[in-house]
C-alpha cells in the first residue's frame, strides 16, 4: 500500500507540473498586455517597461515559469514589489498582493460550500438510491426515479435564481446567502450557506440517487447476496455487509471527482448567490488576464482532484478485499 501511494503522490505531482505548464504557456496567446493593465489607461512607453520589469515579463518563457514554479518552494523577490515568501504563488498586479494571500482569503468560502453540500447530497442521495432498489417497481422506487431524472435535468443557475426570489425575497425562510467565518457566527454561517447546500445537494443527489439504484440492484441478485440470505442472515445485514458494499465503489469514485471540481470552484453557484470564493476569483483573473492568480486557481483546481482521486484509490482497498489482494 504505501508502495502504491509512492508512485500515485509521484504521478501526481507531474500532473500538476504538467497542468501549470499548458496553463502558463496558453496564456500568452491571449491577446493581452498584463504589464499595460498593471499601469493603468495611461502609461508612458519608459513606465510600462518598467513595469514589465517588475512583472518579470520581459524574461523568456522557460525562465519565467521556472522562476514561478521556484518561487513555490522557496519564495521569490519582486523588484519594486517586495519578496514574497514560500508558497508564492506569484504577485497579482491586479490586488497589488501576494496571491497566495487572496487564495487563502477566499479558499474558506469555496470549502464551507463544497463541504456542507457534499454531506448531503451524499447521505441523502445514497440513502434514497437505498430504498429505491429495496422497493423496486414500486410506488417509491418511481417516485425517486422521476425525482432523479428532473433533478439531474436542472441547472444550478436556474434552480438557485427561483429559490432566491421565492424563498429569500418573496416569503422570507432563508436569510440572503452569505460566507460568515464560521470561528465569528457560527449560526450565520449555518444560515448563510444554507440555501446554496441545499440547490447543490438538489442537482448532485439526482445523480448518486441514480447510482446508487442501479448498483445495489445488481448486487442485490449477485450470488454471495443470495448465499448470505440462503445461511438466515438478517435482511439489514445482508444489505449493510454484502449489497451496500459493493455498492459504496463507484460512488466513491464519483463523490472523489465532485469534491475536488468543487473545491476547485464552483463557479456557477458562487457567481449565482454572489459569493467570493475560488470560482468568481478565477473568473475574475481571466476577465483582467491576471495570470498569477490563474496560475493558482487553476492549480488549486488540479490539486483537489488530483488528491482526491489518490484518496479514492486508497479507499478501495478500505471497501473491497479485492483490491488489496492485488
Known sequence: ??????????????ILVIISAVTFFLFYAIPADPARLACGKVCPPATLEQA???????????????????????GRDYEGLGHCPAPCLGFSFVNRAPVFETIMDRL???????????????????????????????????????SSLVGASVQIYFVGTLTMYFFVYQIHLFSQPKYVPITEDPVGWFNGLLLPWLVLALIFTAN????????????????????????????????????????????????????????????????????????RLSVRAVDYSDLPTLMATVLVAAGAIVLLNVVVDALYAVIDPRVRLS
Open 1 to 14: 500500500m504505501l508502495r502504491f501511494l509512492t508512485r500515485r503522490v509521484l504521478g501526481a505531482l507531474v
Open 208 to 279: 448518486y440517487t441514480r447510482m446508487t439504484r442501479s448498483t445495489m440492484v445488481e448486487n442485490l441478485s449477485e450470488d454471495y447476496v443470495r448465499t448470505a440470505r440462503a445461511k438466515g442472515m438478517s435482511g439489514r445485514s445482508v444489505v449493510l455487509r454484502f449489497a451496500l458494499r459493493g455498492t459504496l465503489t463507484p460512488i466513491v469514485t464519483i463523490f472523489g471527482v465532485d469534491l475536488g471540481t468543487l473545491i476547485g470552484g464552483a463557479i456557477i453557484t458562487e457567481t449565482t448567490f454572489g459569493l467570493q470564493g475560488l470560482g
Open 52 to 74: 514589465r520589469h517588475n512583472l518579470g515579463i520581459d524574461q523568456p518563457l522557460m525562465v519565467q515559469f521556472t522562476s514561478w514554479l521556484a518561487g513555490i518552494f522557496i
Open 108 to 146: 474558506p468560502v469555496t470549502v464551507a460550500l463544497t463541504i456542507g453540500a457534499a454531506v448531503i447530497f451524499l447521505v441523502f442521495g445514497v440513502a434514497t438510491g437505498v430504498i429505491a432498489a429495496l422497493k423496486q417497481g414500486k410506488a417509491l422506487d418511481k417516485v425517486a426515479s422521476v
